[in-house]
């Protein structure tokens, strides 16, 4: 293949990946946003799938940029040599060796930026404080109330949309204010000891404690035999 053809190929490829990224993040933005990775699908797959696909388009977009400097990196040591010599017009000529120092020098600069920015998002990794919590309660229950949910002292009917939400997402003080049981009641029949966070999100407690959002689902069906419309059933556990 002559050497046009081929970068005629990777700029094509190239730029189709970079059109699936956009189109891809638009819907895990739009289309699919969060909360919504469990009860919603396009084509049959949900927002943490199109997130993989995003991902494995980036590293694709990664492959084909390493690939652009191989096939050009005489020209990307020549504007490395312009850039670290600080010369106006054509840079003077140097020694190979050198030339490539001045573009491996340069790769490694953003490397070292990427890397950098990587090691220092982990380093920050914390578990959500307690008022960050709090707030996505309350922007849960503000929500709640617009829709007018309304908590008594007896259980209410769940209405589809309540238990729309109920999903691996919702934490476990929303699930106990929407379902309308006590929390004792919920952490007893899920098998959660008491020193469990109101905040924690059933998804994570269900990996630590083995219950299925099946068994979440059949604990809301007890005290709310009405909330599920006849015609509708049960699917399984899409956790």
């Given at each position: 293949?002559?050497?046009?053809?081929?970068?005629?190929?990777?700029?094509?490829?190239?730029?189709?990946?970079?059109?699936?990224?956009?189109?891809?993040?638009?819907?895990?933005?739009?289309a699919?946003?969060?909360?919504?990775?469990?009860?919603?699908?396009?084509?049959?797959?949900?927002?943490?799938?199109?997130?993989?696909?995003?991902?494995w388009?980036?590293?694709?977009?990664?492959a084909?940029?390493?690939?652009?400097?191989?096939?050009?990196?005489?020209?990307?040591?020549?504007?490395?040599?312009?850039?670290?010599?600080?010369?106006?017009?054509?840079?003077?000529?140097?020694?190979?060796?050198?030339?490539?120092?001045?573009?491996?020098?340069?790769?490694?600069?953003?490397?070292?930026?990427?890397?950098?920015?990587?090691?220092?998002?982990?380093?920050?990794?914390?578990?959500?404080?307690?008022?960050?919590g709090?707030?996505?309660?309350?922007?849960?229950?503000?929500?709640?109330?617009?829709?007018?949910?309304?908590?008594?002292?007896?259980?209410?009917?769940?209405?589809?949309?309540?238990?729309?939400?109920?999903n691996?997402?919702m934490?476990?003080?929303?699930?106990?204010?929407?379902?309308?049981?006590?929390?004792?009641?919920?952490?007893?029949?899920?098998?959660?000891?008491?020193?469990?966070?109101?905040?924690?999100?059933?998804?994570?407690?269900?990996?630590?404690?083995?219950?299925?959002?099946?068994?979440?689902?059949?604990?809301?069906?007890?005290?709310?035999?009405?909330?599920?419309?006849?015609?509708?059933t049960?699917?399984?556990?899409?956790?």
């Amino acid at each position: 293949m002559r050497r046009s053809s081929l970068n005629f190929v990777i700029d094509f490829a190239t730029l189709l990946i970079m059109l699936g990224m956009i189109s891809t993040g638009i819907l895990i933005k739009y289309a699919l946003p969060p909360r919504t990775g469990d009860r919603l699908a396009i084509w049959g797959m949900g927002r943490h799938d199109w997130g993989d696909i995003h991902f494995w388009l980036s590293l694709g977009l990664l492959a084909l940029l390493l690939l652009h400097v191989a096939l050009h990196w005489s020209w990307v040591c020549t504007v490395a040599q312009k850039m670290f010599s600080h010369t106006n017009g054509a840079p003077k000529p140097v020694r190979r060796w050198r030339r490539d120092l001045y573009g491996i020098l340069t790769l490694a600069a953003f490397a070292a930026l990427i890397g950098g920015f990587q090691w220092i998002a982990v380093a920050n990794i914390r578990e959500a404080t307690k008022g960050e919590g709090e707030r996505h309660s309350r922007e849960y229950r503000r929500q709640a109330s617009r829709e007018g949910a309304t908590f008594g002292s007896t259980p209410r009917r769940l209405r589809s949309a309540d238990a729309a939400r109920i999903n691996g997402a919702m934490t476990l003080d929303e699930f106990v204010r929407t379902s309308g049981m006590s929390a004792d009641r919920v952490r007893e029949r899920l098998h959660l000891p008491d020193d469990v966070s109101a905040d924690a999100r059933l998804g994570k407690l269900r990996k630590v404690y083995g219950f299925r959002m099946s068994d979440v689902r059949d604990l809301i069906r007890e005290s709310n035999p009405g909330f599920m419309k006849p015609a509708e059933t049960d699917t399984g556990d899409p956790q």
